[in-house]
């Protein structure tokens, strides 16, 4: 009775430890055992890698092992036995030097060879060996949320970054208040975030269309643990019609329902010091150009009406306090009524400028594009040289702002000014 007991045991044992383990494997939009990007896919292969040699050690060990306690054990019939002593034999020892040396090399040599490959930012060639114009964000992690900016594009959102598939985007990063760390573990590796100052660099390439999860993976304080945002993973071609929707956006568009204009109108007053809505460099809360877009709110609850409208009661706090504990939003110095609350609610689900939203990620419409529209030409700037310098001295006396220094964004220079 009682070995069936331990057997039983056993068994039980073996299967709940199969079925929790094959829940290690997790959701496959967050989950580094299931790669989808190019780094997250050399980070496995190393792992899978080391987990080889782990398990040939293991096993060679334990054949080893098993095989002397069997066969040199004391004998019941001859309590005197004694195996043969052996000491410092050589070939054993240069044997048991020389194969984890080996072992080592064979580990050594591809994790030297990817960490250079994944701290390579130089530009991607395409199929005739040209250089390709670098799609650079420029990311800022902030006390809890990502701000996303698009180099040269005139485009900012916030939380939810889209990119095209099938090609490297390249990131420059940084903080803005305290170390956080980028990480989308289906795609790519994790990078701090510093606010000293300094960039950080890394490439994110996406295999397939989808919308990935991120998370912080820096303890950065109390709400770190929720300060998720995602990638959002189109096809070339609906990505730079995202870009070109987003270009367009000032935030002085008219909403369709009066309740909406009225929100929008409260939402100027009370909100305009912390959140953009249009290209704006990074302020002290997300950009909104998109928001009516976001799958989630804040980051990580579910995106509806009623969330949103204790959001911005509570500042964020959430009424039982657990929505987003130490925000930076709880200094909002704003009071609203319930109505006025649900008013800029309304206004805030009608953003959305773009036909091209996180349903496309998951349509399986694949429009390819060079994306060489979204790039600044080139020739344009050596062409007329002495031309775009006086434009630039107009647009400098009018402006007078720092955007512009820089020449090359002419064509959308007004959509800056409504601040
Ligand atoms: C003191 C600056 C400040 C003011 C003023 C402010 N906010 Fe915020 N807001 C923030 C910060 C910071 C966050 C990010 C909080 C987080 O996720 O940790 C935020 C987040 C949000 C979010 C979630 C955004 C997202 O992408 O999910 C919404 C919605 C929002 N604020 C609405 C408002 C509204 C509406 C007002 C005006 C009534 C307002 N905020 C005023 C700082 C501010
Ligand atoms: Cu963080």
Not at 83 to 112: D, R, S, Y
Not at 206 to 229: N, R, T
Not at 253 to 259: R, Y
Not at 347 to 376: H, Q, R
Request: proline share 5%.
């Amino acid at each position: 009775m009682k070995g069936w007991m331990s057997k039983f045991k056993a068994i039980f044992a073996l299967v709940v430890l199969a079925l929790v383990l094959s829940g290690c494997t997790g959701k496959p939009f967050l989950s580094a055992l299931q790669p989808k990007g190019e780094g997250a896919e050399m980070i496995y292969d190393l792992m899978i890698l080391s987990i080889i040699i782990m398990l040939v050690v293991f096993v060679v060990v334990m054949v080893i092992y098993t095989f002397v306690i069997v066969k040199y054990r004391q004998k019941k019939d001859d309590p005197d036995f004694m195996p043969k002593q052996t000491e410092g034999n050589h070939a054993l020892e240069t044997l048991w030097t020389v194969i984890p040396i080996i072992l080592l090399l064979i580990l050594a040599v591809p994790t030297v060879q990817y960490t250079f490959a994944l701290a390579d930012t130089s530009p991607e060639l395409n199929e005739e060996g040209e250089e390709q114009d670098s799609l650079w964000v420029n990311i800022t992690g902030a006390q809890y949320w990502w701000h996303f900016e698009y180099q040269d594009m005139e485009v900012s959102t916030s939380q939810e970054l889209y990119i095209p598939v099938d090609r490297r985007v390249y990131l420059s990063m940084g903080s803005q208040d305290v170390i956080h760390s980028f990480w989308v573990p289906s795609i790519d590796g994790k990078m701090d975030v510093n606010p000293t100052g300094n960039t950080n660099e890394m490439t994110l390439l996406a295999k397939e269309e989808g919308v990935y999860w991120g998370k912080c993976a820096e303890l950065c304080g109390p709400s770190h643990s929720i300060m998720d945002f995602k990638v959002i993973a189109v096809s070339p071609g609906e990505f730079e019609q995202w870009i070109k929707d987003m270009q367009g956006v000032t935030g002085e568009e008219t909403p369709e329902s009066a309740t909406a204009q009225e929100g929008q109108q409260l939402f100027q007053d009370n909100c305009m010091t912390c959140h953009a809505i249009g290209s704006s460099p990074n302020k002290i809360g997300p950009n909104l150009t998109n928001f009516g877009d976001r799958i989630k709110l804040g980051g990580y609850l579910d995106y509806n009406k009623e969330n949103l409208v204790e959001w911005i009661q509570t500042k964020g706090l959430g009424e039982d306090g657990n929505m987003k504990p130490g925000n930076q939003m709880t200094s909002a110095p704003y009071e609203l009524s319930d109505e006025e609350a649900a008013k800029i609610a309304e206004y805030l689900m009608t953003l959305s400028p773009s036909g091209i939203t996180p349903e496309n990620a998951k349509d399986g419409v694949y429009k390819d594009s060079d994306l060489k529209s979204l790039f600044p030409k080139e020739e344009e700037e050596t062409e007329g040289q002495g031309e775009s310098q006086e434009d630039n001295k107009d647009e400098e006396s009018s402006q007078g702002s720092d955007e512009s220094s820089d020449g090359s964004n002419e064509g959308s220079s007004e959509e800056n000014n409504d601040e």
